[in-house]
Each structure stands twice: as C-alpha cells, then as structure tokens.
C-alpha cells in the first residue's frame, strides 16, 4: 500500500479515490477520522485525509495521474464526456475538438 495524494478535505480525498477506482486502479481513504480533530492536533500531512492505493504495482500510475489531477487537467475519463461549446452554447460529442456549429476550440480543463 502506498500513499498517492493527500487532501485537504475528505471530500477531495474521496474524489481522487474515485477518479483512481475509475482508472481500474484499487484505493483507500485514511485519515479522515481525524480531520474532526483538526484544531487539537497540528496540520501535517499525517492529519489531513489522505488516499491509497493498494496494489503497489499501480503507483506510478496513479501517481501521475494524481499529479495532472493536483496541476487540474481533466483526468482521460472526464475527457470522454460530452462538452459545451463556450461561444455558441451548443452541446458536442466528446469526440469533436472543436465546434461543429461555431469553430471554437474544445476548451482544456475544467
Ligand atoms: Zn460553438
């Protein structure tokens, strides 16, 4: 087991978790207990929630895509989604990048 991405929130821990579970690659949360007793123990990054994954095998993988997920690239599943065109509010196919109706270009990130 090893520890990819801590969290700020046990919320943002369990999302990675999900973004990781999605990718095929098995993880955990922990710490998350003791994110209530924030204010009694210092913040480190023992105390804030933090995710895991279990197969060690799959740690540089995860690791990566814990690194584009933490620099806010869309994670390649997020990718597969259907997008709105920003200039002319059409809803496209994931597979476009760009617009049929407009031209605009696919807008990158969230
Ligand atoms: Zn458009």
Do not use: N
């Not at 973004?19 to 007793?37: K, M, S, T, Y």
């Amino acid at each position: 087991m090893k520890r990819v991405y801590v969290a700020r929130h046990p919320l943002e821990a369990h999302l990675v978790k999900g973004l990781l579970e999605a990718e095929g690659i098995e993880a955990f949360v922990r710490g998350e207990d003791l994110f209530g007793a924030r204010g009694e123990v210092p913040v480190t990054s023992e105390t804030c929630p933090s995710v895991w994954i279990v197969d060690d095998d799959l740690f540089e993988k995860a690791e990566e895509f814990v690194l584009a997920y933490s620099r806010g690239q869309v994670p390649a599943r997020a990718k597969s989604r259907s997008w709105r065109c920003p200039r002319c509010d059409e809803l496209l196919e994931p597979q476009f990048t760009e617009c049929w109706q407009c031209g605009a270009t696919r807008p990158m990130g969230r």
